[in-house]
Nanobody
Framework: QVHLVESGGDLVQAGGSLRLSCVGLGTIVGFNTMGWYRQAPGKQREWVASITRGGSRNYAESVKGRFTIASDNAKNTVVYLQMNNLNPEDTAVYYC??????????WGQGTQVTVSS
């Protein structure tokens, strides 16, 4: 059974950095796309960044130039999110997502990122 394990969330001051990690377990073939979403209190979950098996990266406008997504292997089973120059608006629960299709889609349990001003 596939499941995603996230880590790296923490409390950090504005301007600081964090690195989130997500490991996909229980898969042999890996994932076509892995990505990160976040949900702030009282807001809907929003997409942050994603990376394809071929290495194509995309970012939400709000994080471009500050966040970097990377995969650890060709199967796309381990993904990182390097977050620099954090600001309080980045405070949220960050969720890892892995997908091979719209119906073959998995979520992690979430990791809390809190940025103090």
């Amino acid at each position: 059974q596939v499941h995603l394990v996230e880590s790296g969330g923490d409390l950090v001051q504005a301007g600081g950095s964090l690195r989130l990690s997500c490991v996909g377990l229980g898969t042999i073939v890996g994932f076509n796309t892995m990505g990160w979403y976040r949900q702030a209190p009282g807001k809907q979950r929003e997409w942050v960044a994603s990376i394809t098996r071929g290495g194509s990266r995309n970012y939400a406008e709000s994080v471009k130039g500050r966040f970097t997504i990377a995969s650890d292997n060709a199967k796309n089973t381990v993904v990182y999110l390097q977050m620099n120059n954090l600001n309080p608006e980045d405070t949220a629960v960050y969720y890892c997502n892995a997908a091979n299709s719209t119906t073959d889609n998995y979520w992690g349990q979430g990791t809390q990122v809190t940025v103090s001003s």
